[in-house]
């Protein structure tokens, strides 16, 4: 039961190792330290849980109202879906039900909605309905012009997926697992992986790499697919924003390809994006100038008052995507062995159901389970806007006054929530890893008021 | 939740708002306490440290001035929004409180807009500040900064962070501006470009922030196309100030589109009875001087009105590009106005300034220096006796 980062990695020989602690890998750990007796490690090449694709992505519940039909991400996110929803209520993970529309702003948008409607039915997604342009603008009444129509999803919420995965990985943790932080896996053998931290053993293996999953594959010597990095940049509008728009406004995708959605987030902002960009460089998370002034001005034709608003942040990830419409989660019994790749957008709605399906596949694959526990929940800090925060709770306030002192004022982030955060299971090695399990620094100002005083406390001087 | 009732509650103890709240407490109104939600009173004077101006030396004789007139300071405390009748709710470890108020003034200041806002592309490393970072890094923590700095901006603050930066024993590789010149103090600019050798690249726009981690340089785009990197492992972006108008705009006041703070009239009042706005929230920004001297002027209209004086209805008065803002910004019958300030977006060599109203000339002036943007322009007020409060907005021009 340890996080580490640094030194020398223990010599004890694992019942599995999950390499890459993304929303995906998290899950896993926590599916798997439900089984008591097994030795379990989370090992991750950079220095936080949750560091790749999955801290920048558009932060949404989905139904799966629109995956292939009969596919495995289509089972999986629809399962995966319900017991998020769950699990986020249970731990303290913002969600916000907020529902989607599907905007038509042309014909061919618009005579493509049904089609979307019987596709969602095929998912097992029955409340889809289209509207007419004039429930639309009374449920969007800051739409631009042009508007025609669109398909009500009122299934679709948006997510903390930040808490989300550091919520899985303390669960983990607090299970027994333990959690390796800047361990990159350079070679893999049987059994044997050589990290930048040393020589780590294990039994059973679970490829969760992400962005890097099929260098990893090939290492063991397959050649299923290959990930070619999508970008994905995106605008965070001011809280001033947030008025303007009540649902997730998703495009309508067309043989020219997907447009970029509008949706609030769970801290009180908008999103505008995400570009879809085919890079070659795995670690081109910047945004650039190009990519910025086409999201201005797609958001313009969706929401024209967006664009007078302040932007508070501006962010690019890299989906994993690959040649297949499908993930590509596949198990080599004779390795002791199982791939996780190619998990898009949609995994994060779909972690916990791929973490039992991957369960079953180590199974297939010889690891003997054991008794399964229940998990002792966890209770996360809530970040969600639409949830009581520290600030707005007279009692926590009177028991322990640091609640209502405030450090960063954007945010309303209090010195007793930064304490908590530096203080927890999976504590954060950077700035930025605070500022994801607190939104200290996150707002408006960027640091402007408080920026040198978090760094303090992060620093361990105040 | 508690409910308390003062006379006059001010938002903000910088200079503008202490120096208000010492002249009414001295005057003896009653209950006048202003709201701090940073640890000490002061404002952002607390962190500028410069060879002319002893800033937490001024923000503490403001600060003892408020208190032994008989205001309130409280620090640590926040206002985070309002409700009916005028009363703002607020939070700090006393826990959570309602305060009405006769009077609410608001002197939440201005900052300066970061990167994000700026919408400069790229990675998101560390090494980025504005000036108001990097003074509490230097002044008030002694954080370690880094080695080469690129000071974005040229204007009086982009100088005093340039002597920041120094001072803390960094380098300091450029200055950028977009504009053609800078902005700034005539002999600063000297001293920086030949004493301390620092180049000032003008006409240039930064375009991108490089490096994983930890910032290793700034794409810049030149006036002529060209396009280079400067090495760096530090950028500052100063200046660009914004008025701190969350409090104004969740209160539903009038805001400037100019200005984006509070619009006022020559007495402070905003579009809202018993709602005062002061200082830099009005303007971004002033000298703390400045701003101070504005609290001292404001804090006449703020008794007048616990005496029971009027609030009238006002005039809007509008600017026309190239002019980027005028403050006060409305105008309300029998009410004196002191200079209005104002901002151009171009430098304008000894431009002609034209107040209409409804097509009517009411003033016309010729300047006889350059205007420059990014610095205080004033045109005097002799002229708003002559406004119609029947008639339409008022309008400056300048060509």
């Known amino acids: ?462 | 939740m508690s409910r308390r009732h003062v006379d006059v509650l001010v938002v903000g103890a910088g200079p503008a708002g202490l120096a208000l709240a010492a002249r009414l407490a001295a005057w003896g109104v009653n209950r006048v306490e202003v709201l701090e939600r940073e640890q000490e009173a002061g404002g952002v004077p607390r962190h500028c440290r410069r060879r002319e101006f002893d800033g937490p030396g001024f923000a503490r004789r403001y600060a003892e001035a408020a208190v032994r007139a008989g205001a309130i300071v409280r620090t640590g405390v926040t206002a985070l929004g309002w409700c009916e009748p005028p009363a703002l709710d607020t939070v700090g470890p006393a826990g959570r409180e309602t305060i009405t108020a006769t009077a609410v003034v608001l002197a939440t200041g201005a900052r300066e807009r970061p990167r994000s806002a700026r919408l400069v592309a790229g990675t998101r490393p560390a090494g980025v500040f504005t000036t108001g970072e990097l003074q509490q890094a230097v002044h008030l923590y002694g954080q370690y900064i880094g080695h080469r700095a690129v000071v974005v901006g040229a204007e009086a603050v982009s100088y005093a962070t340039v002597g920041t930066l120094l001072g803390a024993g960094v380098d300091v590789v450029a200055m950028v501006t977009d504009l053609a010149r800078h902005q700034g103090d005539r002999l600063k600019a000297v001293n920086s470009r030949l004493g301390q050798r620092i180049p000032l690249l003008s006409g240039t726009t930064v375009t991108e922030l490089r490096g994983r981690g930890r910032l290793t340089g700034v794409a810049l785009r030149h006036r002529d196309g060209r396009t280079t990197t400067l090495a760096c492992d530090t950028v500052v972006f100063t200046g660009d100030f914004v008025p701190d108008h969350e409090l104004a705009r969740r209160g539903g006041l009038a805001l400037d589109t100019g200005t984006r703070g509070p619009a006022v009239d020559g007495a402070f009042r905003t579009s809202r009875e018993g709602v005062f706005a002061v200082g830099n929230v009005l303007h971004a920004v002033e000298s703390a001087a400045a701003v101070a001297r504005e609290g001292v002027r404001a804090a006449r209209h703020v008794r007048d009105h616990l005496a029971g004086a009027s609030w009238p209805p006002a005039v809007p008065l509008l600017v026309a590009p190239p002019l980027r803002w005028i403050a006060p910004n409305r105008l309300a019958p029998a009410t004196t106005y002191d200079p209005f300030v104002l901002r151009t977006a171009e430098f304008l060599a000894r431009p002609v300034l034209t107040v209409t109203q409804d097509g009517r000339v009411l003033h016309r002036r010729r300047l006889l220096t350059t205007a420059v943007p990014n610095r205080a322009l004033s045109l005097d007020g002799r002229w708003v006796g002559s406004v119609d409060p029947a008639g339409g907005p008022v309008r400056v021009t300048a060509r």
């Open chain 1, 1 to 462: 039961m340890t996080v580490t980062a640094h030194g020398a990695l223990p010599d004890v020989t694992y019942d599995v190792v999950i390499v890459g602690a993304g929303v995906v890998g998290c899950a896993i750990a926590r599916e798997l330290a439900r089984h008591r007796r097994l030795r379990i490690a989370l090992v991750e090449a950079q220095d936080d849980v949750g560091q790749g694709t999955s801290k920048a992505n558009t932060a949404i519940l989905h139904t799966g109202f629109d995956a292939v039909p009969g596919s495995l991400e289509a089972r999986l996110v629809r399962e995966g879906s319900r017991r998020l929803a769950l699990y986020a209520a249970e731990s303290g993970i913002p969600v916000e039900p907020v529902g989607a529309l599907l905007v038509a702003w042309d014909r061919e948008q618009l005579a493509v909605l049904p089609e979307l409607a019987a596709k969602a039915e095929k998912n097992d997604y029955r409340q889809a309905r289209i509207l007419g342009p004039d429930e639309l603008y009374a449920r969007e009444p800051h739409l631009g012009p042009g508007a025609l129509g669109a398909l009500h999803i009122p299934g679709e919420s948006i997510i903390c997926p930040w808490t989300t995965t550091l919520a899985y990985a303390t669960q983990a943790v607090r299970h027994g697992a333990d959690v390796h932080l800047d361990c990159r896996v350079e070679r893999a053998d049987d059994g044997v992986l050589r990290t930048s931290r040393g020589t780590l053993r294990t039994r059973h293996l679970v490829n969760a790499a992400g962005l890097y999953a099929d260098e990893l594959d090939r290492r063991l010597g397959h050649r299923d697919f290959t990930v070619t990095p999508r970008r994905g940049q995106l605008l965070v509008f001011d809280k001033f924003a947030r008025e303007l728009v009540r649902h997730i406004l998703l495009p309508v995708p067309t043989a020219l390809g997907k447009g970029v959605l509008v949706a609030p987030t769970v801290y009180g902002n908008v999103l505008l994006g995400p570009t879809a960009e085919e890079v070659d460089d795995r670690t081109a998370t910047g945004s650039t100038e190009e990519g910025l002034a086409l999201l201005r001005d797609r958001g313009r034709r969706i929401l024209p008052a967006l664009l007078d608003e302040e932007v508070t942040a501006v962010y690019a990830g890299l989906r994993a995507a690959t040649a297949y419409e499908d993930y590509r989660i596949r198990a080599h019994p004779d390795q002791a062995y199982v791939t996780v790749g190619g998990i898009r957008s949609t995994g994060l709605t779909a972690s916990m159901a791929i973490a039992s399906h991957v369960t079953g596949l180590l199974a297939d694959c010889g690891l003997d389970l054991g008794e399964a526990d229940d998990l002792e929940p966890v209770r996360m800090p809530n970040l969600g806007e639409a949830f009581p925060r520290p600030y707005q709770r007279p009692e926590l306030i009177a028991a322990d006054p640091e609640y209502g002192t405030l450090v960063c004022h954007c945010e309303r982030v209090s010195r007793g929530e930064i304490r908590d955060a530096l203080a927890s299971t999976i504590p954060p090695h950077s700035l930025e890893g605070l500022r994801r399990r607190t939104r200290a620094r996150g707002g408006r100002c960027q640091g402007f008021y408080c920026g040198a005083a978090v760094r303090e406390l992060f620093e361990g001087r105040s």
